[in-house]
């Protein structure tokens, strides 16, 4: 049974930058793909970045060219920098897994941008 873990959220003002982090622990098989996903008040749950065995990343077009999701696969550890936050960025940050074929979520983080 995998753990995530998120850690990182919190409240910026309009441009500025957060770093989430998500820590994977009890993988069985490997875990190839990770991912971010993130739920605003009152929407579904969305698609915001992902990585593929720890080098292929694909981003939403709304977070394209501003936020940037990494791994450092010796520490089984998830990364996303966010820059440029917009007020639309306020959600729940989720982190997502694969460990062969089980998908596992955290429990998200909080993000809100706001001035």
């Known amino acids: 049974q995998v753990q995530l873990v998120e850690s990182g959220g919190g409240s910026v003002q309009p441009g500025g930058s957060l770093r989430l982090t998500c820590a994977a622990s009890?993988?069985?098989?490997?875990?190839?793909?990770m991912a971010w996903y993130r739920q605003a008040p009152g929407k579904q749950r969305e698609f915001v970045a992902t990585?593929?065995?720890?080098?292929?990343?694909d981003y939403a077009d709304s977070v394209k060219g501003r936020f940037t999701i990494s791994r450092d696969n010796a520490k089984n550890t998830l990364y996303l920098r966010m820059d440029n936050l917009k007020p639309e960025g306020t959600a729940v940050y989720y982190c997502?897994?694969?460990?062969?074929?089980?998908?596992?979520w955290g429990e998200g983080t909080q993000v809100t941008v706001s001035s």
């Open positions: 009890g993988s069985r098989f490997s875990i190839n793909a």
């Open positions: 990585i593929i065995q720890g080098r292929t990343t």
């Open positions: 997502n897994a694969f460990d062969g074929p089980y998908e596992y």
